[in-house]
């Protein structure tokens, strides 16, 4: 210490060190500067910045995507995963951006920019080049900005998009913290980086402009109101009509109201949901999008099992003329109890997010005739679809008609598979995987997004086994000879799946080992039920598989079993 103090060398030292330390400072201010953002969209209008209309909500999302990329180059990768998020969650859905495109462009669109965003996420959750999740902002910071294009009235929804080279040199210029000019004709507007001086600049929109929020009033207001409840409403209506067709078909007619109580419950339970996520502030959220993944998966569940279980019916009274007579009401308890909370489920898995759609246009009088108006025309056009579903299929041959409702039950299962876990997949709970492949062969378009086909394997591989589960139990319904050594080789091959629980009618024990085939314990249990079908005489199999009559469990049901 002496000899530096008498060489004067340790003043020059400790300068040197908080030189050294100022310049890393600095450099630090600089990142985090270049990779500010405004978080949400309130914020965003709180510090004066132009919120008019659609173009200024893709400038400041924009300015995330730029935070995203400066983030990401800066090695944040939580932070750049955070920053994408808040342009989807805190601007995309809290303005109504996603659902006023869903109804002015294309019902598919939606789709087409979460699955975009999903991407991006995905390129900082695996830990992908910087180039990569540049590459993925561009395509979605082009999306977003033709869409703000057309409902601002500049373009038409048919235009070309953005030229990607000039969203590419926008994102760059926002990166460096200036000013990027779009060298697009179709642009609306000089896109802006967050810490740009010019905050009172607002951009052009044309006459058939819809403002912020989705309001407007005009037949466009009509059309997106008409569109999303005929969108969102069809799906239940068929499953609903299909429901009370069977039960009017079976002759069990006293048994609708438990139908009826499903879908009443189901809007009832839609506006508690919708007010409920309000009052906690998780709608336009993770949450959110979890508790319509979770529901539709769930409806999955019922309606594959209420689909194979109609086919077993139609089968078995198809080939019996119907001679046996119908099954008893007390038989019948537990499958009508299915029917009603598939129709719930149907019904509810739309419901809070149609109400959420039409919430920002109650109290706006500008739009509000035409929102009723285009809201009475859907329900109008899926009342004339129920209604010709209830009356004029009760009125098909008893095969073909079974046939066909448990046809409409599995599609609407794959259709719901796919949602679902697109859902879990916005939700942040699973990581989508694609490939230019997949997005090739699988473009977005109202028909795929109708079926719930989506260009990314968390998605499309459940539906395959979905798809190959329903062909083997059809194989086997048909061909099977309810012999013990038979069933017992599908419970060794294919116990995992629960085929032989399907084999021998049992679709709901085979449902559960659907549902658990992950753990590996149905494979075991599967393996040794199938060994003992193989030992066990054919005799003792039949005996084992004949139904047990259920115990009565009223005082008028034991008198009835003694008479």
């Not at 999302?61 to 180059?73: I, K, N, P, R, T």
């Not at 896109?191 to 951009?203: G, L, N, R």
């Not at 997005?439 to 109202?446: A, D």
């Amino acid at each position: 210490m002496s000899y530096l103090l008498k060489k004067n060398r340790l003043p020059m030292m400790l300068a040197a060190a908080v030189l050294a330390v100022l310049i890393l400072l600095s450099s630090s201010i600089t990142a985090f500067a270049s990779a500010d953002y405004i978080e949400s969209w309130n914020a965003w209008k709180a510090a004066g910045k132009p919120a008019a209309a659609w173009n200024d909500v893709s400038d400041a999302m924009d300015q995330c995507f730029s935070a995203a990329a400066s983030l990401y180059e800066s090695g944040d990768k939580d932070a750049a995963y955070k920053a994408i998020n808040a342009a989807y969650y805190n601007y995309y859905e809290v303005t109504g951006f996603e659902r006023t495109a869903m109804g002015h462009i294309a019902g598919s669109r939606k789709t087409e920019v979460e699955l975009q965003f999903s991407k991006a996420k995905t390129v900082t959750k695996k830990d992908g080049t910087l180039d990569e999740l540049k590459t993925e902002l561009v395509t979605l910071m082009g999306m977003v900005r033709r869409d703000a294009n057309v409902l601002d009235g500049i373009t038409s929804k048919d235009d070309p998009a953005e030229d990607a080279g000039v969203t590419a040199k926008r994102l760059e210029a926002l990166m460096g913290g200036g000013t990027a000019e779009s060298e697009s004709d179709t642009s609306a507007t000089e896109s802006q980086a967050e810490t740009s001086d010019d905050s009172s600049k607002a951009a052009a929109v044309g006459e058939n402009a819809v403002s912020v929020g989705g309001t407007g009033g005009g037949w466009g207001t009509f059309a997106a109101c008409f569109g999303i409840i005929l969108r969102e409403g069809l799906e239940a209506i068929l499953v609903v009509g299909a429901i009370i067709a069977y039960l009017v078909k079976k002759g069990h007619r006293s048994k609708l109201k438990f139908v009826y109580m499903g879908c009443l419950l189901a809007i009832g339970a839609s506006f508690f949901s919708a007010w409920l996520l309000e009052q906690l502030k998780l709608a336009n959220s993770a949450n959110q999008e979890i508790i319509e993944g979770v529901t539709a998966l769930i409806a999955v569940v019922v309606l594959f099992y209420v689909s194979n279980w109609m086919v077993s019916k139609a089968e078995a009274e198809a080939w019996n003329k119907y001679i046996e007579g119908q099954i008893s009401t007390s038989a019948e308890t537990g499958s009508v109890f299915t029917l009603g909370f598939t129709a719930f489920l149907a019904v509810y898995r739309e419901g809070a997010e149609v109400i959420l759609f039409y919430q920002p246009l109650i109290n706006d009088d500008e739009s509000m005739k035409m929102m009723w108006g285009g809201f009475g025309v859907g329900v109008a056009v899926l009342a004339v679809v129920f209604l010709a579903i209830r009356f004029l299929s009760v009125k098909l041959p008893l095969r073909p008609f079974f046939l066909g409702t448990s046809i409409l039950m599995f599609i609407m299962s794959v259709s719901f598979l796919g949602s679902g876990i697109k859902e879990l997949i916005e939700g942040d709970v699973i990581t989508m995987t694609t490939s230019d492949t997949l997005t090739n062969l699988i473009p977005s378009n109202e028909f795929f997004d109708v079926l719930g086909i989506y260009p990314c394997y968390e998605t499309l591989i459940p539906q395959l086994i979905l798809v190959t589960l329903t062909v083997a139990i059809f194989v086997i319904q048909k061909w099977k000879r309810n012999n013990h050594i038979e069933c017992g080789v599908v419970a060794i091959l294919l116990g995992t799946l629960g085929l032989h629980k399907f084999y021998n009618g049992k679709y709901g024990k085979g449902m559960l080992y659907v549902l658990f085939c992950w753990t590996g314990i149905p494979t075991v249990i599967g393996f040794l039920e199938g060994a003992h079908y193989i030992i066990e005489s054919q005799e003792e199999y039949e005996e084992e598989q004949r139904p047990r009559p259920k115990a009565p469990k009223s005082k008028k049901e034991k008198a009835k079993a003694k008479a």
